[in-house]
Every structure is written in C-alpha cells, then in structure tokens.
T-cell receptor, first 111, second 113 residues
Framework: GENVEQHPSTLSVQEGDSAVIKCTYS??????FPWYKQELGKRPQLIID?????GEKKDQRIAVTLNKTAKHFSLHITETQPEDSAVYFC??????????FGTGTRLTIIP | NAGVTQTPKFQVLKTGQSMTLQCAQD?????MYWYRQDPGMGLRLIYY???????DKGEVPNGYNVSRLNKREFSLRLESAAPSQTSVYFC????????????FGPGTRLTVT
C-alpha cells in the first residue's frame, strides 16, 4: 500500500546545531518527495522537494537527500535558528496525482 | 495573487447538521485536494480532483462529498456532521502531473458538538 513513515516524531536541537528528519516510503515507483513546514496555526508550506533522478538538493540551510535503493529520504537543516521551530512533514507520490504524507516531526530549537 | 483561499475560517456545528466548505485558487492549477489534519495523524486525503469534471476518493472519504464547480473552485460538503469530523480541513492545489508540489489554503477549523 501507499505508506510513508517519518522519524522522529519530536526533535529538540540547540540553536546553531543541525537537525535531520528521516522518511521511508513503501512503493519503489514513487518519484517525487516534497517537504512541508507548518508553523503553529498556519498552513503547510512547501520548503523543498526532490525528484527521483536526483540524489541531493540544497537550498541555503536546508537540503534533502534521497536513497532510492533503500527507499528513504531525509531533510537536513544546518545552523538552526529559532524560526526553524515548526512541524515538518515529508510526503511521497505514488505514480499519480496524489501525495501521501508522513505523520510529522515537531522540531524545537533551543536558544 | 491570493493563492488558495478557504471559507469559513472557523465553524461550529451540532451533530447532524450539514455544511459546505469552500475553496478557490487563482493559480490556474488543474488539480485540487481536500485534506483533514488531526493531531498525530498528519494530513489525510479526503477527496481530490485531477481536472475539472473529475473527482476521486482519497484515504478517508466516508461522510463527505465534493464538487469541482469549475477550474478554480472545489467544495467539500458534510451532509450529516459527526463529532468524529471535528478537525482542521485544508484545501490544496497543484499543477497537473505526478511530480508537482501542492499549495495549501489557510484551513478551516471545524468543531462538531
């Protein structure tokens, strides 16, 4: 079936340190993997995505890596700042118009 | 561009009442989606519409109906609300295709008593 598992469910890091969130997916046909950030009371916002023909993508302090063989992908945030505190969701498509989302990671940056 | 808009922002219903949640997008997207978000369960797809004139069930369609009124608008109807439908509802849209990011509306917080 279409399944995306996300770990950890909560993560606390000191300001300035790095944070890593990992997701695994069930269908080897998946070829699109976006990440969303949701601040408290706000809508999910697309922050970065990766397609299956690419192994890594960076955008300033955030990066996503993809391992198709192992069917997992990760979000890396470097030099964390207080405004990075939010819930992060990974997602994967399953060859159609739909995305399946992970259950989210609550990231807290400790000043 | 307003992006994706939703009305209302908040709603309280009594069990058995009906209501329609409205969603509109001005990005000329073909695909539109309705999700519900419950604590600890992420975003679960209720219904989606890959193009004007088509709708399909998602993961949790029971108790809901949808209408793709035109390319811009996609509504979600609760015919007989139940307390289990208390949730935050998000509408989203995307360009057509399997490798496209979805863009979300601000959400509707619904409480059913």
């Amino acid at each position: 079936g279409e399944n995306v598992e996300q770990h950890p469910s909560t993560l606390s890091v000191q300001e300035g340190d790095s944070a890593v969130i990992k997701c695994t997916y069930s269908d080897s046909a998946s070829n699109y993997f976006p990440w969303y950030k949701q601040e408290l009371g706000k809508r999910p916002q697309l922050i970065i995505d990766i397609r299956s023909n690419v192994g890594e993508k960076k955008d300033q302090r955030i990066a996503v890596t993809l391992n198709k063989t192992a069917k997992h992908f990760s979000l890396h945030i470097t030099e964390t700042q207080p405004e990075d505190s939010a819930v992060y969701f990974c997602a994967a498509n399953f060859g159609n118009e739909k995305l399946t989302f992970g259950t989210g990671t609550r990231l807290t940056i400790i000043p | 561009n307003a992006g994706v808009t939703q009305t209302p922002k908040f709603q309280v219903l009594k069990t058995g009442q009906s209501m329609t949640l409205q969603c509109a997008q001005d990005m000329n997207h073909n695909s539109m989606y309705w999700y519900r978000q419950d604590p600890g369960m992420g975003l679960r797809l209720i219904y989606y519409s890959a193009s004007e004139g088509t709708t399909d069930k998602g993961e949790v369609p029971n108790g809901y109906n949808v209408s793709r009124l035109n390319k811009r608008e996609f509504s979600l109807r609760l015919e007989s609300a139940a307390p289990s439908q208390t949730s935050v509802y998000f509408c989203a849209s995307s360009e057509r295709g399997a490798q496209r990011g979805q863009y979300f509306g601000p959400g509707t917080r619904l409480t059913v008593t």
